[in-house]
């Protein structure tokens, strides 16, 4: 009776040790998660949300500064593993034959309430520049300057492109390209002294709340109808979320919204926050959200993920 006994238990246990490896989140091969920021502040504030998650499931965010076409390559050659910074339909001509060849895989729409086009101060919408086709009337006040990101951005090619096409009638006028501080620091002196300037503008973002400007409408052909109404996805290289179950499944869950991405950025940009501290306050204010996020996801350890990252968030 005994050894039957002992017996049983040992088969117990083998099985119990068995199914606990079975439910491991994921292999050793995923416990970095290698991601990308091109220096927007928007995708600061969500891999900083996203960082704090994963640290306390156990594994180690690796964040490198790369611009989006780089990142892209580096997603078609497995060197990346998730970008939450896909920007639809402005990212459209550069990212679109990847996601068709499966080279890049879209996970979830994180965003669906975006804004991106160009905007002007209130005052120059005020003035009767409301559109893209009120640009060219007026193009000595605008000194025939667009003002962009950093080159080589997709919304910057647009510009470009649409710039060379002559489209609105626009002749003779240059894209001006820069880090998004820079661009933002040009707005900032152009609005104190009360002069004129057209600037790439997206929504989340400070500058909706820091300025008072106006998108510009009919510039659906490069931006999206709906002044630029636009969504953000979660991609990934080819194989991310067969070969991490787990973090597939986090990422798959992950959604964001307007309000609490332009809290961490105005926390970051305007009051000097460290942006680790202002996305771990956005969470712990946002539990619900949190709760929707790490639905069935575990620990590295198979332990509890919505108990873990809770636990890391009340310290």
Request: proline share 7%; hydrophobic share 40%; glycine share 10%.
């Given at each position: 009776m005994r050894r039957t006994a002992l017996f049983k238990f040992s088969v117990a246990t083998i099985a119990a040790s068995i199914s606990t490896i079975a439910m491991a989140a994921d292999p050793d091969s995923c416990k970095t998660v290698k991601m990308s920021e091109p220096g927007w502040a928007d995708i600061q504030a969500t891999n900083s949300m996203v960082e704090v998650?994963?640290?306390?499931?156990?594994?180690?965010?690796?964040?490198?500064?790369?611009?989006?076409?780089?990142?892209?390559?580096?997603?078609?050659?497995?060197?990346?593993?998730?970008?939450?910074?896909?920007?639809?339909?402005?990212?459209?001509?550069?990212?679109?034959?990847s996601i068709k060849d499966g080279s890049i895989e879209v996970m979830q729409t994180n965003l669906p309430q975006a804004k991106?086009?160009?905007?002007?101060?209130?005052?120059?919408?005020?003035?009767?520049?409301?559109s893209f086709n009120d640009l060219q009337k007026n193009a000595d006040k605008f000194e025939n300057k667009i003002y962009g990101i950093e080159a080589g951005a997709p919304a910057n090619r647009n510009i470009q492109n649409m710039l060379i096409k002559h489209d609105f009638g626009l002749k003779d006028w240059k894209l001006v390209e820069s880090s998004e501080a820079g661009m933002l620091s040009q707005v900032s002196r152009k609005i104190a002294d009360k002069a004129w300037i057209v600037f790439l503008a997206w929504e989340p973002h400070m500058m909706n709340t820091k300025?008072?400007?106006?998108?510009?409408?009919?510039?659906?052909?490069?931006?999206?109808?709906?002044?630029?109404?636009?969504?953000?996805?979660?991609?990934?290289?080819?194989?991310?979320?067969?070969?991490?179950?787990n973090l597939g499944k986090l990422f798959t869950q992950i959604k964001f919204n307007v309000d609490m991405e332009n809290d961490i950025i105005t926390d970051v940009l305007d009051k000097k926050q460290d942006a680790k501290v202002a996305a771990k306050a956005a969470l712990k204010a946002n539990p619900q959200l949190v709760a929707s996020w790490l639905a069935g996801v575990q620990t590295t350890t198979g332990g509890d993920g919505l108990a873990a990252v809770k636990q890391a968030l009340a310290k």
């Open positions: 998650v994963l640290e306390a499931l156990g594994y180690t965010p690796k964040v490198d500064n790369l611009s989006v076409p780089i990142t892209f390559r580096g997603l078609q050659m497995g060197q990346t593993d998730v970008f939450l910074g896909n920007w639809m339909p402005a990212q459209k001509p550069m990212v679109e034959g991106f086009t160009l905007a002007v101060p209130a005052y120059v919408a005020a003035a009767g520049v409301k300025f008072k400007i106006s998108y510009l409408a009919d510039g659906d052909a490069y931006f999206g109808p709906n002044y630029g109404s636009a969504s953000v996805h979660t991609v990934s290289r080819k194989g991310f979320a067969k070969q991490c179950p």
